[in-house]
């Protein structure tokens, strides 16, 4: 996979960019730029090494990904359904 390629995480399904989510105090928040921040502040310049498993039906790229020795499993994204 090239640097800087956009892919869609393998068992993931994030939210929308114009999502609008209800926090425990029911105001509502962006949860798309929530979820692309904490997968950012995860990250945190460590190495990410991606392996292509296929293509949605968009003909993006899906992959499963490992952050250092860490699988991306968890924080604000939906377990496909």
Do not use: H
Request: hydrophobic letters at 30%; glycine letters at 12%; aromatic letters at 6%.
């Amino acid at each position: 996979m090239e640097d800087g390629q956009r892919i869609r995480l393998s068992g993931l399904d994030a939210p929308e960019s114009d999502q609008l989510c209800r926090g425990d105090d029911s105001l509502q928040y962006r949860c798309s730029a929530k979820a692309a921040n904490e997968l950012d502040r995860f990250i945190a310049g460590r190495p990410v090494s991606c392996e292509g498993v296929g293509r949605d039906q968009y003909g993006r790229t899906v992959a499963v990904c490992s952050i250092g020795s860490a699988t991306w499993k968890r924080g604000r994204a939906f377990g496909n359904r």
